[in-house]
């Protein structure tokens, strides 16, 4: 299992990546706004289930 920093520097790495594709998106690239939405989509189920992991450390 890896730690919740390394999970957590995934996530920004991701971030960052979708950046460019967020420019893209800014200015005007369809395919680039769809490509960022996998991204934070992705994003958003890596942070559910890390707060879900930090939860149950917490009640261990």
């Known amino acids: 299992m890896t730690s ?4 957590l520097q995934e996530m920004i790495d991701g971030l960052m ?3 460019g594709d967020a420019e893209k998106h ?5 395919a680039a706004g769809r490509r960022l939405r996998g991204t934070l989509s992705g994003v958003a189920k890596a942070c559910k289930a890390m707060r879900s992991q930090i939860q149950n450390e917490r009640n261990a």
């Not at 919740?4 to 999970?7: A, G, K, L, R």
Request: aromatic content about 0%.
């Open 26 to 30: 800014e200015k005007g690239i369809d």
């Open 4 to 7: 919740v920093s390394e999970q």
């Open 17 to 19: 990546a979708g950046m």
